[in-house]
């Protein structure tokens, strides 16, 4: 089991920046790729950003040059920056895990980032 404990959450105002956090518990974080995905209401879940544990990224083209995503193996954190937001934003953050060498997949509770005016 790896458990995900997120934070960083809420509501800020078009332009405005956000930081969420996840530390991860239950498994060796240096062997783990993290990524952050969002669900927007009545649309799909997607992927925002990935990390890999020698630290590459990538990231969907609707955040590109305005999140990083980041992960301080010390602290089996992960972390997203998230500036210039906009309402299209909008929607429950999760932060998620995958062991290297295996496909099972480990969620965090969610995490609410609210985009408005």
């Known amino acids: 089991q790896v458990q995900l404990v997120e934070s960083g959450g809420g509501v800020v105002q078009p332009g405005g920046s956000l930081r969420l956090s996840c530390s991860a518990s239950?498994?060796?974080?240096?062997?783990?790729?993290m990524g952050w995905y969002r669900q927007a209401t009545g649309n799909e879940r997607e992927l925002v950003a990935i990390?890999?544990?020698?630290?590459?990224?990538n990231y969907a083209d609707s955040v590109k040059g305005r999140f990083t995503i980041s992960r301080d193996n010390a602290k089996n954190t992960v972390y997203l920056q998230m500036n210039s937001l906009k309402p299209e934003d909008t929607a429950v953050y999760y932060c998620?895990?995958?062991?290297?060498?295996?496909?099972?997949?480990?969620w965090g509770q969610g995490t609410q980032v609210t985009v408005s005016s």
């Open positions: 998620n895990a995958v062991r290297l060498g295996s496909t099972r997949q480990y």
């Open positions: 239950g498994s060796i974080f240096g062997a783990l790729i």
């Open positions: 990390i890999t544990p020698g630290g590459s990224t």
